[in-house]
């Protein structure tokens, strides 16, 4: 499936969302609001959130208006300390190691490390067109979606954390998660009718061991795009998604794909669980707020996290 710049997705997410006339501030603690009409602003957003599994840091792409300002930043669950950690615009989709020294993230259509410290910043692909890494929970992969289908096929790779070699595996496959109980790869493959009509997604399981895959479960739903998947450490998946000219909204579902639940009403892009599976946090997608929220894991309890004065001198 070809990659959307995560950027330009959300331009068109924001022109699709509802709003209100509340500014961010004003919305501190409370529920997102619904209707209304506010002032547009695309110069500053937060999204692709990352929990570590210590669960003392939220990494996260910044976009902003200020050039240097943009990349990877790092905010504490109640907000209180808030970085940049990597500078650099389209250094997006962040993704801890298992033992939080570590995070890959994408850049430049290709997959990249560094420490939390600062130091060892290293490519580790360089071929192709690399998006969405996922490290593995005993730390030795790097789990991502491939877009390019000529010299090497597209779709579901990983990396070795260590050696940097790579190896495909799948087709068509992306927006890799993995189970932390069973080393398993969850995918989305894309559904489409031969006249081009996107039918929704199935979720898929790739066992690393026996080398095999199978089914977990249709997405369906009239141009329906879901992505964005994260397992959880209690065995449920949040994902983002999303009808053809609709909002798109974070939903919940158990392990084998049933008991699906809407979390968010007003808009949701991108979220992932804090380490004990209790929490998420969540991008607000209304185009007036566009920052980081946290809620309970039944979708209760909606708190904002980041602010625009988070990223004041």
């Given at each position: ?39 547009i ?13 210590d ?53 430049g ?33 790097i ?66 061991a ?12 009239k ?17 983002t ?16 794909g ?32 566009g ?23």
């Amino acid at each position: 499936m070809k990659n959307i710049n995560p950027l330009i997705l959300l331009i068109i997410i924001v022109f699709l969302t509802t709003s209100c006339k509340k500014n961010a501030k004003d919305n501190k603690g409370q529920e997102p609001c619904v209707g209304g009409c506010g002032t547009i602003d695309f110069n500053i957003v937060d999204y692709q959130p990352a929990w570590s599994p210590d669960g003392k840091y939220i990494a996260y792409y910044h976009i902003d208006k200020e050039v240097a300002k943009n990349g990877i930043w790092l905010i504490t669950p109640d907000g209180k300390e808030n970085r940049l950690w990597h500078s650099g615009v389209g250094a997006e989709t962040p993704t801890w190691s298992p033992d939080g020294q570590w995070i890959a993230f994408s850049q430049g259509a290709q997959i990249w490390k560094k420490k939390l410290n600062g130091d060892s910043l290293t490519r580790i692909t360089n071929e192709g067109r690399n998006f969405f890494p996922a490290w593995s929970p005993d730390g030795k992969w790097i789990a991502y979606g491939q877009s390019i289908c000529n010299a090497t096929p597209c779709g579901l790779w990983i990396v070795s954390a260590s050696t940097n070699s790579t190896s495909f595996l799948m087709n068509y496959g992306n927006f890799p998660t993995w189970n932390p109980h069973t080393m398993e790869i969850i995918y989305q493959t894309t559904i489409v009718e031969t006249n081009g009509n996107v039918l929704g997604d199935s979720l898929w399981v790739f066992n690393l061991a026996s080398n095999k895959k199978r089914g977990l479960i249709a997405l369906t739903g009239k141009n329906l795009t879901n992505n964005y998947f994260k397992y959880s450490s209690n065995d449920k998946i949040g994902f983002t998604s999303q009808p053809m000219g609709g909002v798109p909204q974070i939903w919940l579902m158990n392990a084998d794909g049933s008991n699906q639940k809407q979390l968010t009403q007003t808009g949701g892009y991108t979220s992932d669980w804090s380490p004990d599976g209790s929490k998420i946090v969540f991008t607000d997608s209304r185009a007036v707020n566009g920052r980081l929220w946290l809620m309970n894991a039944d979708g209760s309890n909606k708190q904002q996290l980041s602010f625009a004065e988070n990223f004041n001198p």
